[in-house]
């Protein structure tokens, strides 16, 4: 199943720019990790937000539910999610 998952990312300004940091580091080994896997398909930048906007290719809410839960920047997210379904006009064969 397929979901777009939109994460806004607040950190709290006292917390210690080094914490923050190794916080970061986590997220972005554990986001390539997913990745490479074929579960966090695309990850986009929205522009001038501390925010993302992601597409994510899991068995079911479940799956997607303990993958985000497992974000270490997950406490500091705000996260919301559509469930997508195949376009009738798209091209791409891996669109479902
Ligand atoms: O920076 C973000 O948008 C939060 C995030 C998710 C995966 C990652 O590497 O950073």
């Not at 972005?28 to 579960?39: D, R, T």
């Not at 966090?40 to 993958?67: Q, T």
Request: proline residues 5%; negative net charge.
């Amino acid at each position: 199943m397929l979901f777009k998952v939109e994460m806004t990312v607040n950190i709290p300004l006292d917390m210690p720019v080094e914490t923050a940091a190794e916080i970061k580091a986590k997220e972005k080994a554990y986001s390539q990790q997913l990745q490479n896997e074929g579960k966090w398909r695309h990850i986009w930048r929205v522009a001038g937000l501390y925010s993302n906007v992601s597409i994510f290719d899991v068995k079911d809410a479940e799956e997607l539910h303990n993958l985000l839960l497992a974000l270490p920047l997950y406490p500091y997210m705000n996260i919301k999610v559509d469930a997508l379904c195949r376009h009738p006009s798209s091209i791409r064969d891996d669109d479902k």
